[in-house]
């Protein structure tokens, strides 16, 4: 056995497991902040995420830095984010009512952006990357939950009780389908993307019309889906026994 290069353990090589993942990935540097991988990012995120006031404007340096640093639509803008809301259900109305749907019951982040002194919607993650083929689904699966997914009423339980639950396919896939819709785009929009312009456009779904060849084959080919309804955690445990969802 060996001693790791990094920090001195014994293990099978020149450096440990967690020597290697911290000192082969992508290095993150923002304002003061530091971190060896993605990992330790997204932790940080999601734990500041949960620490964060909802409905009230707030400002966080950390937030603020990686924004600025990392996010491509705000760059190429030529803005800078000062400020944030983070909204809930109850409080995504007015301006921002489309997240209650599109987003069906999850919380939507907000900025505050200078020079232009306007709110826009904005990620925490601006660091992760996605394939042209993921925005594409990414598209399909708010444009579904905007126009197709049924509504929940007052009376809707999960079947373990919980009152918020939210509609999943249960015969059928969404990515089975989002998967045969692919071909209705152009070629264009399939090898570079939607031409998403971050300032016009909040999400994804605002890049392409209802009436999109792509979106009228996603309605025709749900009109014969089952639907379930669960709350997060039943949803878990769908997926983690790999049933439909």
Known sequence: MNKCIDCGKVCSGKRCKDCFIKFSGKKFNFGRFHFDTQKELDRTIHQLILESPMNVEFENEFFKELINTYHIGVINAKLRVLKFKILDYN??????????DRFRGAIYVTGFFEPINKWHGVTFYPHK???EKQNLILCLRQKWSELIAPKRNENQRCKCGNINPHAHHKNISFNEIAIKCLDYFSEEERQHGLGINWWLHENEA???PNNHPAVLKL??????????WLCFDCHKEVENGHGIS
Request: proline residues 0%; aromatic residues 12%.
């Open 129 to 131: 990357k996605t394939s």
């Open 91 to 100: 409080n995504q109305i007015g301006k921002w009512e489309f997240a209650r």
């Open 206 to 208: 605002d890049s392409i």
């Open 219 to 228: 309605i025709e080919l749900h009109k014969n889906v089952e639907y379930e």
